[in-house]
């Protein structure tokens, strides 16, 4: 017997955005890290152990992320690849912040296949770092609710904003 399922395929366009830092690679992931860094689960758990609010979450995620973003996961491409011959720098990050998310999440779940945002730093052929991403503001706007599309919106400010604080004028590269 089998079950049938339903399903519903939603095409959509993404924007991806490739900014020449003009920066050296390992000065820029310094830099980066330092202006969004890691989330700290052990603080949630610790709100959550003692019975806190969301007001608490809030104000845990406001001082881990000074810039209103942080980084969830770290996956350094060059040692899974060099055995292969690779020596390309190559560095993708999970950014984001939860509470920003559950703005969004509340509209709907699926908002959480674009939260934390994806992005990959690379080294080019001088050995300078290149920010590669989705535009959020694109990738949220696919799921066609208002509300979720502006906070996308305030996400690309934010990582422009990220970005100048490290060195880098990207206004006009998420137009």
Known sequence: MTNSVEFEVTPHTL??????TGVEFDEFIRAFEKAAPNFDPATVRQIVE??????DV????????PNDLMVYAKIDG???LGLAGHATKAIEYLLGNHTIAETMFRHDPKALLYAP?????HADADGNAVFSMDQPSAAFGSLGIAEVTKVGESLDRKVVNLLRIIGVDADLAFG
């Open 15 to 20: 924007n991806r955005i490739d900014i020449a």
């Open 78 to 80: 060059l040692p899974l």
């Open 58 to 65: 809030l104000a845990a995620a406001a001082i881990n992320a």
């Open 50 to 55: 003692r019975g806190g609010s969301w007001d």
């Open 117 to 121: 945002l994806r992005l990959l730093i």
